[in-house]
Protein backbone atom coordinates (compact mmCIF):
# COMPACT_ATOMS: atom_id res chain seq x y z
CA UNK A 1 0.00 0.00 0.00
CA UNK A 2 1.39 3.53 -0.91
CA UNK A 3 2.22 5.49 2.04
CA UNK A 4 1.44 9.45 2.19
CA UNK A 5 2.54 10.80 -0.85
CA UNK A 6 3.54 14.55 -1.15
CA UNK A 7 4.35 16.56 -4.62
CA UNK A 8 6.48 18.36 -5.75
CA UNK A 9 9.52 17.16 -3.16
CA UNK A 10 11.80 20.05 -3.93
CA UNK A 11 10.40 23.87 -5.41
CA UNK A 12 11.97 27.35 -5.14
CA UNK A 13 9.80 30.32 -5.93
CA UNK A 14 10.66 34.08 -5.52
CA UNK A 15 9.22 36.05 -2.68
CA UNK A 16 5.85 37.19 -3.97
CA UNK A 17 5.10 34.16 -5.70
CA UNK A 18 2.36 31.82 -4.83
CA UNK A 19 2.35 28.18 -4.01
CA UNK A 20 0.37 25.17 -4.21
CA UNK A 21 1.83 21.95 -2.50
CA UNK A 22 -0.24 18.58 -2.61
CA UNK A 23 -0.67 15.42 -0.46
CA UNK A 24 -2.42 11.81 -1.54
CA UNK A 25 -3.30 10.31 1.99
CA UNK A 26 -3.47 6.57 2.83
CA UNK A 27 -6.13 4.88 1.19
CA UNK A 28 -8.77 4.61 3.65
CA UNK A 29 -7.52 7.59 6.06
CA UNK A 30 -10.37 10.92 5.87
CA UNK A 31 -8.01 13.25 7.62
CA UNK A 32 -5.16 15.23 6.33
CA UNK A 33 -3.01 17.91 8.64
CA UNK A 34 -0.62 20.00 7.15
CA UNK A 35 2.41 20.82 9.20
CA UNK A 36 5.15 23.76 8.66
CA UNK A 37 8.78 22.85 10.24
CA UNK A 38 11.70 25.17 10.00
CA UNK A 39 14.94 23.42 10.21
CA UNK A 40 16.22 22.44 13.59
CA UNK A 41 12.57 23.09 15.08
CA UNK A 42 9.42 20.55 15.36
CA UNK A 43 6.56 20.68 12.71
CA UNK A 44 4.04 23.24 13.42
CA UNK A 45 0.91 22.55 13.04
CA UNK A 46 -1.30 24.91 9.96
CA UNK A 47 -4.32 23.11 9.15
CA UNK A 48 -6.44 20.00 9.69
CA UNK A 49 -9.03 18.83 7.50
CA UNK A 50 -11.46 15.60 8.06
CA UNK A 51 -13.88 14.58 5.63
CA UNK A 52 -13.08 18.15 3.72
CA UNK A 53 -14.08 20.37 6.41
CA UNK A 54 -11.48 22.77 8.23
CA UNK A 55 -11.39 21.04 11.64
CA UNK A 56 -8.34 22.88 13.04
CA UNK A 57 -5.64 25.94 12.17
CA UNK A 58 -2.54 26.94 13.92
CA UNK A 59 -1.48 30.24 14.14
CA UNK A 60 -0.59 30.91 10.54
CA UNK A 61 -1.68 34.22 8.21
CA UNK A 62 -4.47 34.36 6.06
CA UNK A 63 -1.90 34.04 3.16
CA UNK A 64 -1.78 30.53 4.14
CA UNK A 65 -4.97 28.13 3.00
CA UNK A 66 -5.59 24.69 2.13
CA UNK A 67 -9.06 22.23 1.13
CA UNK A 68 -9.80 18.54 0.87
CA UNK A 69 -10.99 17.25 -2.15
CA UNK A 70 -13.92 14.18 -2.12
CA UNK A 71 -11.34 11.75 -2.32
CA UNK A 72 -9.94 12.70 0.61
CA UNK A 73 -6.65 14.35 -1.56
CA UNK A 74 -5.49 18.00 0.21
CA UNK A 75 -4.14 21.04 -1.33
CA UNK A 76 -1.86 23.78 0.49
CA UNK A 77 -2.05 27.15 -1.04
CA UNK A 78 0.56 29.59 0.47
CA UNK A 79 0.13 33.28 -1.14
CA UNK A 80 2.51 36.19 -0.75
CA UNK A 81 5.61 34.30 -0.46
CA UNK A 82 8.13 35.72 2.06
CA UNK A 83 11.14 34.25 2.57
CA UNK A 84 10.35 32.79 6.11
CA UNK A 85 8.34 30.41 4.39
CA UNK A 86 11.15 28.77 3.20
CA UNK A 87 10.32 25.30 5.34
CA UNK A 88 9.92 21.87 5.08
CA UNK A 89 5.94 21.47 4.80
CA UNK A 90 4.78 18.21 5.77
CA UNK A 91 1.51 16.58 5.30
CA UNK A 92 0.32 13.67 7.50
CA UNK A 93 -2.93 11.37 7.69
CA UNK A 94 -4.48 9.40 10.05
CA UNK A 95 -7.92 6.61 9.83
CA UNK A 96 -9.79 8.44 12.68
CA UNK A 97 -9.71 11.30 15.75
CA UNK A 98 -7.55 9.71 18.38
CA UNK A 99 -5.42 7.90 15.61
CA UNK A 100 -1.11 8.69 15.18
CA UNK A 101 -0.32 10.17 12.31
CA UNK A 102 0.95 8.76 9.30
CA UNK A 103 3.85 11.80 7.23
CA UNK A 104 4.29 11.75 4.43
CA UNK A 105 8.39 13.11 2.98
CA UNK A 106 7.33 16.67 2.64
CA UNK A 107 8.09 19.30 0.16
CA UNK A 108 11.02 21.20 0.58
CA UNK A 109 10.22 25.00 -0.13
CA UNK A 110 12.96 27.35 -0.79
CA UNK A 111 11.66 31.03 -1.44
CA UNK A 112 14.52 33.20 -2.40
CA UNK B 1 -1.18 27.45 25.65
CA UNK B 2 -0.42 23.72 25.07
CA UNK B 3 3.19 23.98 25.66
CA UNK B 4 5.94 20.93 25.18
CA UNK B 5 9.03 20.71 26.23
CA UNK B 6 11.98 18.14 25.87
CA UNK B 7 15.44 18.57 25.73
CA UNK B 8 17.24 20.55 22.78
CA UNK B 9 20.41 18.04 22.41
CA UNK B 10 21.60 14.90 24.02
CA UNK B 11 24.51 13.12 23.25
CA UNK B 12 25.29 9.21 24.43
CA UNK B 13 27.77 6.26 23.63
CA UNK B 14 27.17 3.28 21.36
CA UNK B 15 25.42 0.31 23.52
CA UNK B 16 24.39 2.76 26.22
CA UNK B 17 20.66 3.77 27.26
CA UNK B 18 19.47 7.35 27.47
CA UNK B 19 16.29 8.64 28.24
CA UNK B 20 14.58 11.58 26.73
CA UNK B 21 11.92 13.54 28.46
CA UNK B 22 8.84 15.21 27.85
CA UNK B 23 6.66 17.79 29.67
CA UNK B 24 3.12 18.88 28.83
CA UNK B 25 0.06 21.18 30.20
CA UNK B 26 -2.46 18.55 31.31
CA UNK B 27 -5.28 20.63 30.41
CA UNK B 28 -7.25 18.40 27.58
CA UNK B 29 -4.78 15.65 26.98
CA UNK B 30 -5.91 13.03 25.01
CA UNK B 31 -2.90 11.31 24.13
CA UNK B 32 0.90 11.41 23.19
CA UNK B 33 3.38 10.37 20.75
CA UNK B 34 6.84 9.80 19.89
CA UNK B 35 8.33 10.32 16.64
CA UNK B 36 11.66 9.70 15.29
CA UNK B 37 13.05 11.84 12.56
CA UNK B 38 16.26 11.09 10.38
CA UNK B 39 17.49 14.67 8.85
CA UNK B 40 15.98 15.02 6.09
CA UNK B 41 13.27 12.95 6.18
CA UNK B 42 9.49 12.69 7.35
CA UNK B 43 8.67 11.84 11.21
CA UNK B 44 8.40 8.18 11.99
CA UNK B 45 5.81 6.76 14.23
CA UNK B 46 7.80 4.94 17.61
CA UNK B 47 5.54 4.69 20.26
CA UNK B 48 1.88 5.96 21.60
CA UNK B 49 0.79 6.07 25.32
CA UNK B 50 -2.98 7.57 26.95
CA UNK B 51 -2.49 5.23 29.72
CA UNK B 52 -0.34 5.44 32.98
CA UNK B 53 2.72 2.98 32.82
CA UNK B 54 5.48 2.14 30.09
CA UNK B 55 4.54 0.43 26.72
CA UNK B 56 8.06 -1.48 25.63
CA UNK B 57 8.87 -2.16 22.03
CA UNK B 58 11.78 -3.86 21.19
CA UNK B 59 14.76 -1.54 22.30
CA UNK B 60 12.59 1.44 22.71
CA UNK B 61 10.13 2.06 25.62
CA UNK B 62 8.29 4.65 26.36
CA UNK B 63 5.95 6.07 29.99
CA UNK B 64 3.60 8.19 30.89
CA UNK B 65 2.48 9.87 33.53
CA UNK B 66 -0.84 11.43 32.91
CA UNK B 67 -1.27 13.21 36.45
CA UNK B 68 2.25 14.83 35.79
CA UNK B 69 2.13 15.66 32.80
CA UNK B 70 5.59 13.62 32.34
CA UNK B 71 6.35 11.31 29.24
CA UNK B 72 9.98 9.71 28.54
CA UNK B 73 11.50 7.83 26.30
CA UNK B 74 14.15 5.06 26.86
CA UNK B 75 16.31 3.87 24.02
CA UNK B 76 18.33 0.70 25.18
CA UNK B 77 21.30 -0.90 23.19
CA UNK B 78 21.72 2.24 21.74
CA UNK B 79 23.46 2.25 17.55
CA UNK B 80 24.51 5.19 15.84
CA UNK B 81 21.68 4.74 13.31
CA UNK B 82 19.65 6.22 16.48
CA UNK B 83 20.94 9.10 15.72
CA UNK B 84 17.63 11.23 14.88
CA UNK B 85 15.91 14.02 16.15
CA UNK B 86 13.10 12.61 18.60
CA UNK B 87 9.84 14.48 18.86
CA UNK B 88 7.47 14.58 21.31
CA UNK B 89 3.69 15.46 20.22
CA UNK B 90 0.49 15.62 22.18
CA UNK B 91 -3.03 15.05 21.40
CA UNK B 92 -5.55 17.55 22.61
CA UNK B 93 -8.91 16.53 23.46
CA UNK B 94 -10.73 19.99 21.33
CA UNK B 95 -12.27 20.08 17.76
CA UNK B 96 -10.54 17.96 15.44
CA UNK B 97 -7.97 16.35 18.40
CA UNK B 98 -5.03 18.46 17.03
CA UNK B 99 -1.27 17.14 17.23
CA UNK B 100 0.56 19.43 18.80
CA UNK B 101 4.55 19.01 18.73
CA UNK B 102 7.60 19.71 21.23
CA UNK B 103 10.82 21.35 19.03
CA UNK B 104 12.06 17.70 19.44
CA UNK B 105 15.58 16.61 21.16
CA UNK B 106 18.32 15.81 18.62
CA UNK B 107 20.25 12.50 19.87
CA UNK B 108 23.84 12.18 18.81
CA UNK B 109 25.28 8.76 19.37
CA UNK B 110 29.13 8.18 19.81
CA UNK B 111 30.96 5.23 18.77
Known amino acids: DAGVTQSPTHLIKTRGQQVTLRCSPISGHKSVSWYQQVLGQGPQFIFQYYEKEERGRGNFPDRFSARQFPNYSSELNVNALLLGDSALYLC???????????FGSGTRLTVV | GQNIDQPTEMTATEGAIVQINCTYQTSGFNGLFWYQQHAGEAPTFLSYNVLDGLEEKGRFSSFLSRSKGYSYLLLKELQMKDSASYLC????????????FGGGTRLMVKP
Open chain 2, 89 to 100: AVLWNNAGNMLT
Open chain 1, 92 to 102: ASRLRDNYGYT
